[in-house]
């Protein structure tokens, strides 16, 4: 379905709850957040209707995401019931990876297309500095796993942070050269536990290219600009949300753990799902697609609109 701006409507991003077993810095507070209750987050069933109402306006592609996915129970089950729905052609899921090894396999049988992997750095105590409470070789082990189970395109995704890992972004865009992956860097956006963070937290992704002066600019992929370095097996890619506007290339729709569509990632604009079935969940979902933002109003002092956390939006 085309927007109020002609922009088309492809992608749903699903998360499926707002619980982690991480707290990454920028992401979750030290304690974690008060949580949803077990009645107040979708059902399976729920999130399959709301996938196959968007299916319907013709959303094609859905990203189940969280906090993390893989601590939700059951989301083997909830991958091939996604997937199973009629009109949808790629069920991808982001993740940290740390609870992925022994479950890749029935994940991939399940349906699941493709991975995004978080991983901002290959520095032990850095990870557990950054994620608080991961473990590098268990997200080694889960990517590893994804491989011997057969994924492949999968993405990992770096998040730049200042003075956390901007002085060490060559061995992380290395795993491009070294492995079929595409290492994407990502520019942390002002929201959520980082929204009032001082300057200098917030690294543009130009500095990957000084630290990796062989990379070449080859096109773009969606909101990711590419680059490539002679003899390396992957790719890398740049997304500078902070710096570079893709609103208007937006094709994409969030639904929160508790049934909130959110048309636009930044702005505070939601429209319920929950308790909505048949032609009124559709005529919600086109509501809410209808109504789809031009764009965010964040930058380098703006923090984002929405009052939501990222870990309750999914990215
Ligand atoms: N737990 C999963 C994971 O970490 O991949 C999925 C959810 S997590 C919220 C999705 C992505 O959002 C992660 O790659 C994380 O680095 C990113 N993220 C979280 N807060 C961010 C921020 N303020 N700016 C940019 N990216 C952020
Ligand atoms: Fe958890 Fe992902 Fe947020 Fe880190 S970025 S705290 S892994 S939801």
Not at 93 to 98: G, I, K, L, P, W
Not at 136 to 153: E, P, T
Not at 203 to 212: G, I, K, M, T, W
Request: neutral net charge; proline residues 4%.
């Amino acid at each position: 379905m085309l927007d109020n701006r002609g922009r088309n409507i492809s992608y749903l991003r699903l998360s499926v709850t707002d619980r982690c077993n991480c707290r990454c810095v920028y992401c979750m507070p030290k304690d974690g957040v008060p949580m949803l209750s077990h009645d107040d987050i979708l059902s399976f069933e729920e999130m399959r209707d709301i996938v196959a109402a968007s299916a319907t306006l013709g959303v094609r592609k859905v990203r189940i995401t969280g906090g993390e996915p893989l601590v939700r129970r059951g989301i083997v089950e909830l991958v091939r019931m996604v997937a199973e729905v009629p009109g949808i052609s790629e069920v991808d899921m982001t993740t940290n990876a740390t609870l992925l090894a022994p479950i890749a396999a029935d994940l991939r049988a399940a349906g699941l297309c493709r991975l995004n992997v978080s991983l901002d750095t290959l520095d032990a105590a850095r990870y557990r500095k950054i994620t608080r409470t991961g473990t590098l070789d268990d997200a080694i082990a889960g990517l590893r796993a994804a491989r011997d189970a057969g994924f492949v395109g999968t993405k990992i995704n770096c998040a730049l942070v200042g003075g956390l890992n901007d002085d060490q972004l060559r061995p992380i865009a290395e795993l491009a050269r070294d492995h079929a992956v595409t290492v994407r860097f990502i520019e942390l956006m002002r929201m959520g536990e980082c929204a009032h963070w001082p300057r200098e937290r917030f690294v543009s992704a130009d500095e990957v290219l000084v630290q990796v002066p062989e990379l070449e600019r080859v096109g773009v992929d969606g909101v990711s600009e590419l680059y490539q370095a002679p003899g390396w097996q992957g790719g890398v890619g740049l997304i500078r949300p902070m710096t570079h506007r893709f609103c208007s290339s937006c094709d994409r729709i969030r639904v929160t753990a508790d049934g909130r569509l959110k048309p636009c990632l930044h702005s505070s604009a939601e429209v319920n799902l929950r308790g909505l079935s048949g032609e009124a969940l559709v005529d919600a979902i086109r509501s809410g697609i209808a109504s789809k933002p031009e764009g965010h109003r964040m930058d380098a002092t703006h923090a984002s609109d929405t009052p939501r956390a990222m870990n309750e939006i999914g990215g």
